[in-house]
Nanobody, 117 residues
Framework: QVQLVESGGGLVQPGGSLRLSCAAS????????MRWFRQAPGKEREVVAG????????EYADSVKGRFTISRDNAKNTVYLRMNTLKPEDTAVYYC??????????WGQGTQVTVSS
């Protein structure tokens, strides 16, 4: 199975930016559409953004459209999430996974993003 390691989170002020990375193991990374998810305290995990296998198609939650950009580098087995104009409501643990991942699939440890002044 694909192993996932998210990184790049941290504490940032409102209006700031971060770039998250998700490194995946395995030779089949380019076979999967990928998504970034997030889970805030007391809330269910939600989809933030998605990208097709070769990166030609993307999708975004309404709450992040125009602020976040998902991309991938299949040569590096890595998917990225560029987050601009961050808001306090973006505070959450961010995860990446296959687009069809369920709660019962393998999940990485995630990376914490905290937006606060």
């Amino acid at each position: 199975q694909v192993q996932l390691v998210e990184s790049g989170g941290g504490l940032v002020q409102p209006g700031g930016s971060l770039r998250l990375s998700c490194a995946a193991s395995g030779r089949t990374f380019s076979s999967y559409a990928m998504r970034w998810f997030r889970q805030a305290p007391g809330k269910e995990r939600e989809v933030v953004a998605g990208i097709t296998r070769l990166g030609f198609g993307t999708e975004y939650a309404d709450s992040v459209k125009g602020r976040f950009t998902i991309s991938r580098d299949n040569a590096k087995n890595t998917v990225y999430l560029r987050m601009n104009t961050l808001k306090p409501e973006d505070t959450a643990v961010y995860y990446c996974n296959k687009a069809d991942a369920t709660p019962y699939d393998y999940w990485g440890q995630g990376t914490q993003v905290t937006v606060s002044s």
